[in-house]
């Protein structure tokens, strides 16, 4: 057993990885998917499964305590109920979550659950079938909603809507959005558009968590801050009065929140990245391929986590964090 511990020259502890099992997507929302250049991953280079189980089990001997696994569409890649089972008996992992776009939810909740899965994060930019169509390029809004009620009514503890804002996107539906926190015990996640791997970001998109706020505030009436749980990511929770979930809230651009960043991430195709703004990053596979033994890898990963940047860097070009990679091949 190995008793190193996942910590960064800061002092962070590094307790959350968050894997992009694929990086293909059955959805093409236009704030992810690059505008020029977007060629899929060779299915060689994505880490198969017993490659991700081997370093999930190294790192939760050195501390790791959550994992999310995201994408691209983590859904659409085979075999992947039986291998949240398997993330989950791992000793160590507590929680295992994760983040879909909802297309095919519906058929795979029941499955979610018996893999031992609880915790869901669902992305959903808008409630209304046409534009949900022009955002993602596919006419799913029914499949997406049909999986939400899928998890409620299968009783899964936490289940989260993330909703990207874009100014002339759907910032008209901030209100709307927020309201089914009232209805339902779903907690809604406003996020700042980010720029990322070429997406049609601008300045003038971006709609700052303090304007969403004062929308809701004006519509719904106060938003009472509430504590945040226990491996709890960025975002700023809050409720509206008698309602049965929350709202919180991402910045990554107007409050970042790197002081308290507990979060590594896992590359589609194995790389090890220690910020969603840097682009620097650790070839897991690489090493992993040419025979590491297991302390050889669990070394690797933990000199590289003491090299995570204490920010991102403030330099770049669009004046705000950017990272170039696809945000499909990182997983958000
Ligand atoms: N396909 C899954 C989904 O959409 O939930 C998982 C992968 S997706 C890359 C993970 C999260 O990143 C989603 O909640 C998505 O809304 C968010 N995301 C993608 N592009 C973004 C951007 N430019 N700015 C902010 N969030 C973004
Ligand atoms: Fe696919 Fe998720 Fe990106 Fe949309 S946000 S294109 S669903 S990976």
């Given at each position: 057993m190995n008793s190193a511990k996942l910590l960064d020259q800061y002092g962070r502890s590094l307790t959350y990885l968050r894997i992009?099992?694929?990086?293909?997507?059955?959805?093409?929302?236009?704030?992810?998917?690059?505008?020029?250049?977007?060629?899929?991953?060779?299915?060689?280079?994505?880490?198969?499964?017993?490659e991700l189980l081997r370093i999930c089990g190294l790192l939760a001997e050195m501390g790791l305590k959550k994992v999310?696994?995201?994408?691209?569409?983590?859904?659409?890649?085979?075999?992947?109920?039986?291998?949240?089972?398997?993330l989950?008996?791992i000793p160590g992992i507590e929680e295992?979550?994760?983040?879909?776009?909802?297309?095919?939810?519906?058929?795979?909740?029941?499955?979610?659950?018996?893999?031992?899965?609880?915790?869901?994060?669902?992305?959903?930019?808008?409630?209304?079938?046409?534009?949900?169509?022009?955002?993602?390029?596919?006419?799913?809004?029914?499949?997406?909603?049909?999986?939400?009620?899928?998890?409620?009514?299968?009783?899964?503890?936490?289940?989260?809507?993330?909703?990207?804002?874009?100014?002339?996107?759907?910032?008209?539906?901030?209100?709307?959005?927020?309201?089914?926190?009232?209805?339902?015990?779903?907690?809604?996640?406003?996020?700042?558009?980010?720029?990322?791997?070429?997406?049609?970001?601008?300045?003038?998109?971006?709609?700052?968590?303090?304007?969403?706020?004062?929308?809701?505030?004006?519509?719904?009436?106060?938003?009472?801050?509430?504590?945040?749980?226990?491996h709890?990511?960025?975002?700023?929770?809050?409720?509206?009065?008698?309602?049965?979930?929350?709202?919180?809230?991402?910045?990554?651009?107007?409050?970042?929140?790197?002081?308290?960043c507990n979060r590594i991430r896992l590359?589609?195709?194995g790389r090890l990245r220690l910020c969603?703004?840097?682009?620097f990053e650790y070839d897991v596979k690489g090493i992993m391929?040419?025979g590491a033994s297991d302390q050889a890898l669990s070394r690797f990963l933990l000199d590289a986590v003491q090299n995570k940047p204490e920010?991102?860097?403030?330099?770049?070009?669009?004046?705000?964090?950017?990272?170039?990679?696809?945000?499909?091949?990182?997983?958000?």
């Open positions: 992009s099992l694929t990086d293909r997507c059955n959805l093409r929302c236009t704030y992810c998917t690059p505008q020029h250049n977007f060629t899929h991953i060779h299915p060689r280079e994505i880490l198969t499964y017993e999310r696994c995201t994408g691209g569409e983590p859904l659409v890649r085979q075999g992947v109920l039986p291998f949240l089972e398997r989950s008996t295992v979550c994760l983040t879909t776009n909802g297309v095919l939810l519906e058929d795979s909740a029941q499955g979610l659950w018996d893999a031992g899965i609880r915790h869901i994060n669902v992305s959903l930019d808008t409630l209304r079938p046409e534009r949900f169509k022009s955002i993602t390029g596919r006419d799913c809004f029914g499949k997406v909603w049909a999986g939400i009620m899928a998890l409620l009514d299968l009783g899964f503890d936490k289940i989260k809507i993330n909703s990207v804002v874009a100014r002339g996107m759907n910032d008209d539906e901030i209100a709307a959005l927020a309201s089914l926190s009232q209805q339902y015990p779903i907690e809604v996640r406003f996020i700042e558009f980010m720029p990322v791997g070429h997406n049609k970001w601008g300045k003038q998109l971006v709609v700052e968590v303090a304007e969403m706020q004062s929308i809701i505030e004006e519509a719904l009436g106060t938003l009472r801050p509430v504590a945040s749980e226990r709890a990511g960025p975002a700023r929770l809050f409720q509206l009065e008698g309602a049965k979930g929350k709202v919180g809230f991402i910045s990554p651009l107007s409050q970042h929140f790197c002081s308290t590359t589609s195709d969603l703004f840097s682009d391929r040419r920010n991102y860097s403030p330099e770049s070009k669009t004046g705000c964090p950017s990272c170039t990679r696809a945000m499909g091949t990182i997983g958000g």
